[in-house]
T-cell receptor, first 113, second 110 residues
């Protein structure tokens, strides 16, 4: 596709519910990143993939957060037993192998009630 | 970890004015990028500029890596420039993750 695509655009979950957020990177982009952005804050790093390998997951806030990219393209961020503090915008970004520039999707706004 | 601070936190301009946004970072970096987040939340990459100076239309950026700062210049501002400007850096001693600054919120009025 022309850009990084994320779905759903908005997600409302009840506390304790599991959610799955999808990211379709730009075709051919090797690296994929997930960021979390709280209201009024800058994006904070969650995890990073190079192809299907998860090279850095140091930013995942708890073991309720899990990310995968099984075939090296589409990625899913899963949050189990959601809590109110998980409410944020979740941003996905991708980068081609030969460039340092990062391209972001529009994000998924998660609200946990 | 590396700290990234931006100033000013908020900036209000009238259309046509010029402005300078600053990004200070606490450690050596090998990657620095400037982003604009529009009012709809979309992050747009403006510059990849680990050192030196680049220009793109009314925008230009300068990074002085040895002194650990970068500047983003906006000339003849337009209402469409409104939004939040972030710089993001990667420590030369770390993995591939970009660390984002605190942001500068710009509002341009007609």
């Amino acid at each position: 596709g022309a850009g990084v695509s994320q779905s759903p655009r908005y997600k409302v979950a009840k506390r304790g519910q599991d959610v799955a957020l999808r990211c379709d990177p730009i075709s051919g982009h090797v690296s994929l990143f997930w960021y979390q952005q709280a209201l009024g804050q800058g994006p904070e790093f969650l995890t990073y993939f190079q192809n299907e390998a998860q090279l850095d997951k140091s930013g995942l806030p708890s073991d309720r957060f899990f990310a995968e990219r099984p075939e090296g393209s589409v990625s899913t961020l899963k949050i189990q037993r959601t809590q109110q503090e998980d409410s944020a915008v979740y941003l996905c970004a991708s980068r081609p192998g030969a460039s340092e520039k990062l391209f972001f999707g529009s994000g998924t706004q998660l609200s946990v009630l | 970890g590396i700290q990234v601070e931006q100033s000013p936190p908020d900036l209000i301009l009238q259309e046509g004015a010029n402005s300078t946004l600053r990004c200070n970072f606490s450690d050596s970096v090998n990657n620095l990028q400037w982003f604009h987040q529009n009012p709809w939340g979309q992050l747009i990459n403006l510059f990849y500029i680990p050192s030196g100076t680049k220009q793109n239309g009314r925008l230009s950026a300068t990074t002085v890596a040895t002194e650990r700062y970068s500047l983003l210049y906006i000339s003849s501002s337009q209402t469409t420039d409104s939004g939040v400007y972030f710089c993001a850096v990667r420590s030369r001693y770390n993995t591939d993750k970009l660390i984002f600054g605190t942001g500068t919120r710009l509002q341009v009025f007609p």
